[in-house]
């Protein structure tokens, strides 16, 4: 099938108007044939922009390495280019729609000359589900075609659900004119400089626009652009959630199920907490999604969520077998990894991976890296944020139901980040308006997945969805409590949850194991959910008594009051931070419900002192 066999009008003529603007040698439609898939593969390693891996230990995996500059999401060059700034909040990058669209479009002139178009029919979710949505991505880039078959479904099957008229959201994406004249694309994937890069998103008319990078999160514009930025703003209209969350199902040992989604910021562990193997004898964790939900009521007045993603683009550094053995075997096969080291026997390799280096490797840029453990402060050899892109249905822990087009009912919601200090292991909200408070009020330790960001600091990312609102995200905190107050049944809302794992001493030493361990606290919340767990009500909602959650070895009692109490000090500063810095931010578009909810913390919590 080619484009001239497309049956829908407009999205031909949208074509045919994009290429007489980048002036592409050929286009191509992905028909999301796995020959298509494996030509386009050997395409990529025979012009020497991607490796094949060694086909005894990683059968049908390449290796592709990014420009140096090109590692990940540039939250700088986000834009949120709606038709006022207003509606754009106080969060998003805002520029003017119509000057934007002028100085891409002169970008965007003649920019795929020598390349091919390739036109990438996707769906977000099972196809034909009633909350999947279709989008038509148009790129140079083959990378991104690869990636986007195994990161969301593609080709015929959706071009017939489109049929001749059908609604599709419009994804623009060029990796961009090479830095100079006659630069070769080969070794690595072009991508134009950071004054040039661009991830645009026109809220109003439902579009997307990139340019000038090739990494995951501004170049598979199913993901965050269309699932999470867009998305949102359909949500908001429609009545739905699109958000930053795993699905994982959990069974206890009487084999009754639940399932529960949970918004952590980039590079928090979603995609470990997914994945879970509990420690917990007898009880079973298996993963339905492990970065974006999209939850609907269904008509049972139940929250029913769907994975609108088909492959995990995981963080690689950090994955091995003890802190996550099931995205390992996802892994193994059938898999593109970017930016991680390459072994002599063109194997992968890097940090955190649960072994040394096997001799020496050629690192992310290119040169040779030999292990020096001595230098503490040798370059690491993978990329930090080094990324595999695998397909969901590879991971052992998969769901049966992880592709129901009607979505799993959700019985709890856990919202976390990494904090070191004063956040306990779990507290719950005392009912969804709280949670919502809860949910807005979310900090974390910034991680490598941005890159303007400075790793290491705590920055508020509400909901974990600071780079992903599509919109004024004082208005999205009021879609949450509307959402909550239009519930058919407010007893069949889900639970709602804080979690931390990532609590330290003040000596920087781990007061919680965290991975497989974190099992006890998904056993509480089960357990919450159930109506038969041990808890108390404190000042900032409702936590589990000192006995209500067994101790993993090695963590002392004293260590379970510390992860267990509520440090009062430690929270009013958290209120004086909120009160000054982050909530008057959102102006008129702060609900007055959160406003209330921080009065009355701050009123408990001195009373509690
Ligand atoms: C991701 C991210 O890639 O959140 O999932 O950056
Ligand atoms: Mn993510």
């Known amino acids: 099938m080619n484009v001239k066999d497309i049956k829908h009008a407009g999205l031909k003529k949208w074509i045919g108007e994009f290429a007489e603007l980048t002036t592409p040698d050929a286009i191509v439609l992905a028909d999301g044939s796995s020959s298509q898939y494996d030509e386009l593969i050997n395409l990529t390693v025979e012009s020497g922009l991607a490796t094949r891996l060694n086909p005894a230990k990683k059968p049908g995996c390449v290796l592709f390495l990014s420009d140096p500059s090109d590692v990940a999401r540039v939250e700088k060059r986000t834009y949120i280019a709606s038709e006022t700034q207003d509606a754009a909040g106080p969060t998003n990058n805002w520029m003017d729609p119509k000057q934007l669209k002028k100085e891409m479009t002169d970008l965007y002139r003649g920019c795929m000359k020598g390349r091919t178009?390739?036109?990438?029919?996707?769906?977000?979710?099972?196809?034909?589900s009633d909350i999947a949505k279709i989008g038509v991505e148009l790129t140079d880039s083959p990378y991104v075609v690869t990636n986007m078959m195994i990161m969301t479904r593609v080709g015929k099957k959706v071009l017939d659900v489109l049929g001749t008229d059908g609604y599709f959201v419009p994804c623009f994406?060029?990796?961009?004119?090479?830095?100079?004249?006659?630069?070769?694309?080969?070794?690595?994937?072009?991508?134009?400089p950071m004054e040039h890069k661009y991830i645009s998103h026109f809220p109003e008319t439902r579009e997307i626009w990139s340019y000038g990078s090739g990494y995951g999160g501004n170049a598979l514009l199913g993901k965050k652009c269309l699932a999470l930025r867009i998305a949102t703003v359909l949500a908001r209209d429609e009545g739905w959630l699109a958000e930053h969350m795993l699905i994982l199902k959990i069974t206890n040992p009487e084999g009754?199920?639940?399932?529960?989604?949970?918004?952590?910021?980039?590079?928090?562990?979603?995609?470990?907490?997914?994945?879970?193997?509990?420690?917990?004898?007898g009880w079973k964790?298996?993963?339905v999604g492990d970065d974006i939900a999209w939850m609907k009521y269904g008509s049972d007045g139940q929250l029913y969520a769907i994975n609108p993603e088909a492959g995990f683009f995981g963080v690689a550094p950090g994955t091995s077998a003890s802190s996550n053995y099931n995205a390992l075997v996802s892994a193994s096969s059938n898999t593109i990894f970017t930016n991680v080291a390459l072994t002599e026997d063109n194997d992968v390799w890097w940090e955190g991976i649960g072994y040394d280096a096997p001799g020496k490797l050629i690192d992310w840029n290119g040169n040779e890296w030999v292990q020096n453990k001595a230098d503490k402060t040798q370059k690491p050899a993978a990329h930090p944020n080094a990324r595999f892109t695998a397909p969901a249905s590879q991971c052992p822990s998969i769901a049966a139901e992880w592709e129901d087009p009607k979505g799993v009912p959700i019985s709890a919601i856990l919202f976390g980040g990494r904090r070191p200090h004063t956040i306990p292991l779990v507290h719950q909200s005392n009912d969804w308006s709280h949670g919502v408070f809860l949910g807005s009020i979310v900090g974390s330790e910034v991680t490598a997945a941005a890159l303007d960001v400075k790793a290491g600091t705590i920055r508020r990312d509400p909901f974990a969805m600071l780079p992903f609102c599509g919109y004024n995200m004082g208005d999205y905190f009021q879609h949450w409590l509307d959402v909550g107050h239009a519930a058919p049944d407010a007893e069949k809302l889900p639970k709602i949850f804080y979690v931390n794992w990532f609590r330290k001493t003040d000596e920087g030493k781990w007061l919680w194991p965290g991975f497989g361990?974190?099992?006890?606290?998904?056993?509480?919340?089960?357990?919450r959910c159930e109506g038969t767990a041990k808890y108390v009500k404190t000042p900032i909602g409702i936590m589990p008594t000192l006995d209500a959650i067994d101790r993993p070895v090695g963590v002392s009692e004293e260590d379970m009051k510390e992860l267990l109490s509520v440090d009062?000090?430690?929270?009013?500063?958290?209120?004086?931070?909120?009160?000054?810095?982050?909530?008057?931010?959102?102006?008129?578009?702060l609900p007055k419900e959160l406003a209330t909810f921080l009065d009355k913390l701050e009123a408990d919590l001195r009373a509690a002192k």
């Open 117 to 128: 178009l390739y036109v990438i029919p996707f769906s977000m979710g099972p196809i034909g």
């Open 173 to 192: 994406h060029s990796v961009g004119k090479p830095l100079a004249e006659g630069e070769s694309d080969g070794g690595i994937w072009p991508c134009a």
């Open 256 to 281: 009754k199920s639940r399932f529960l989604t949970g918004a952590f910021p980039s590079a928090c562990g979603k995609t470990n907490l997914a994945m879970l193997i509990p420690t917990v004898p």
């Open 285 to 287: 964790v298996e993963t």
């Open 517 to 527: 361990e974190n099992s006890r606290v998904l056993k509480w919340v089960f357990e």
């Open 568 to 589: 009062i000090d430690g929270w009013l500063e958290e209120v004086k931070d909120i009160r000054t810095n982050h909530y008057p931010m959102f102006g008129k578009h």
